[in-house]
Nanobody
């Protein structure tokens, strides 16, 4: 079992930056591909970013490409999502997830473990 806890969310203004963290416990994070997903108010949860177990491969949703960066520190069992140039459309609950497949994956169905999420609100 892998337990995931997100942190770093909050209320910011458009143009600001935030860094989300996801700390894993129970297993070594180096065995898992990691993903970030978000659920905007009244919408379905959607893919944001993903990292392979080593961090060598990353994927991003088109809506965040060039603004968000996913990174990881396997020694700290932590994955990060650096979010820059935030816009109100980024407002959502952000979730991290782990996949035993080890690769970067964009499909929610590929993930085995999920955190409870952290709220990010961007005001205009």
């Amino acid at each position: 079992q892998v337990q995931l806890v997100e942190s770093g969310g909050g209320l910011v203004q458009a143009g600001d930056s935030l860094r989300l963290s996801c700390v894993a416990s129970g297993r070594a994070l180096s065995n898992y591909g990691m993903g970030w997903f978000r659920q905007p108010p009244g919408k379905e949860r959607e893919f944001v970013a993903a990292s392979s177990w080593s961090g060598a491969t990353t994927y991003y949703a088109d809506s965040v490409k060039g603004r968000f960066i996913v990174s990881r520190d396997n020694d700290k069992n932590t994955v990060y999502l650096q979010m820059n140039s935030l816009v109100p459309e980024d407002t959502a609950i952000y979730y991290c997830a782990a996949t035993a497949l080890g690769r970067a994956a964009m499909r929610q169905a590929d993930y085995h473990y999920w955190g409870r999420g952290t709220q990010v609100t961007v005001s205009s």
